[in-house]
């Protein structure tokens, strides 16, 4: 099955992040591609594989980037599929120059932006834009959310049963 999302990030020092989004996906059954490829440094290939993402299936792109963060800019101007940016905690801003750099992008180039290292809420968001044309996808999503409905009741039920201290204890 041909993969339906593309990860891409500008540097391997970006992985450990990155596959968050990754694990989230496979939680889900979604298929992804993980590529490295600079939006500076190979800008050529950057741009290719953005092109050519639609006719290989890829139905959404999450890109995350530090510093700058012109990845998910540099993918989004394009393709005409929802990217996704994601930035990463980096340099000596810790991420909020890429956050800022995501969110601040010209009229006509739109970019969906997370919080910073919020790859999982990326991951979550593309199963959610697929989700709105596969049943089952729809399903697993309903399930999910429902489950961590259940998981926030629980808690508050073992927090009234054992009190604070005992909560804390146990749940460290």
Do not use: C, W
């Amino acid at each position: 099955m041909p993969p339906k999302v593309l990860i891409i990030m500008g540097s391997d020092s970006d992985l450990p992040v990155m596959k968050k989004a990754a694990d989230a996906l496979e939680e889900f059954g979604v298929e992804y591609e993980m590529v490295i490829s600079s939006a500076h440094r190979v800008p050529d290939k950057t741009a290719e594989y953005a092109k050519e993402a639609e006719e290989r299936g890829i139905e959404v792109i999450i890109a995350g980037a530090g510093m700058a963060a012109h990845l998910p800019g540099v993918i989004a101007s394009h393709t005409t599929l929802p990217v996704i940016g994601v930035p990463i905690a980096s340099g000596p801003l810790n991420g909020v120059d890429a956050l800022y750099a995501i969110v601040q992008m010209p009229s006509g180039i739109p970019v969906a932006s997370m919080a910073v290292d919020g790859t999982k809420n990326a991951a979550i968001f593309a199963v959610q834009i697929i989700a709105r044309k596969e049943r089952d996808l729809a399903l697993k999503l309903k399930k999910y959310k429902e489950d961590m409905a259940r998981q926030v009741i629980e808690k508050n039920e073992q927090l009234s049963r054992i009190g604070v201290k005992e909560y804390l204890k146990q749940n460290k």
